[in-house]
């Protein structure tokens, strides 16, 4: 079962003045920045209630946030949801017949274990499983 909202991944060109805004807007500076190289993008997050904002800037040409971005403007790029055991909760969503985009769980940012499943299957919504990891 999908249980909390995670977070929100909002795709961003300019991370420094994306970072600044989201500051004024929600009122309080971002608790964590981090590189995550095997997705080739920066991300800043925020929290907010029980729940984030990922800020997401791709590093190279190649990123999903990179090749999302020549095609669409700013904002929502992903629904990140938590789960206890996401080996579990993909072969649940595989069997239903959604389609994961890695077959194993990988390593995201802020201590995830993280599966993507194909917005094709998902109501045109990059959906994203979350498991904390220490
Ligand atoms: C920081 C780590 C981690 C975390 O811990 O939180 C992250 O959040 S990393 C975030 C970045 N990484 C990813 O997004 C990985 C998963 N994404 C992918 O594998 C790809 O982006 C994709 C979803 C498979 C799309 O790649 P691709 O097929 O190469 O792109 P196209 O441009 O050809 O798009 C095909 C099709 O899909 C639609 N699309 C693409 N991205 C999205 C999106 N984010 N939301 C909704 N729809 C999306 C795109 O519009 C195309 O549709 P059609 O034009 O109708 O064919
Ligand atoms: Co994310």
Redesign the pocket.
């Known amino acids: 079962m999908l249980t909390n909202l995670e ?1 929100l ?1 909002l795709a961003v060109h300019d991370l420094a003045a994306a970072t600044a805004l989201y500051t004024r807007l929600l009122g309080q500076a971002p608790y964590k920045t981090e590189h ?1 190289a095997s ?1 080739a ?1 920066d ?1 800043v997050f925020f929290q907010v209630g029980g729940s984030k904002i ?1 800020l ?1 800037a791709g590093t190279s040409p190649d ?3 990179s ?2 971005l020549e ?1 669409k403007p700013e904002g929502i ?2 629904v ?1 949801f938590e789960v206890d055991d996401i080996v579990a909760e993909m072969v649940r969503l595989k069997a239903e017949g959604f389609i994961l ?1 890695n077959e194993q769980p990988k390593r ?3 201590n ?1 274990l ?1 599966c ?1 499943v ?3 299957s998902a109501g ?3 959906v ?1 499983l ?1 498991q904390s990891v220490l």
């Open positions: 977070h991944g995550v997705e993008v991300t990922e997401l990123s999903a946030i090749k999302f095609k790029h992903h990140a985009l995201g940012a802020d995830k993280v993507f194909h917005p094709k045109g919504v990059l994203e979350c």
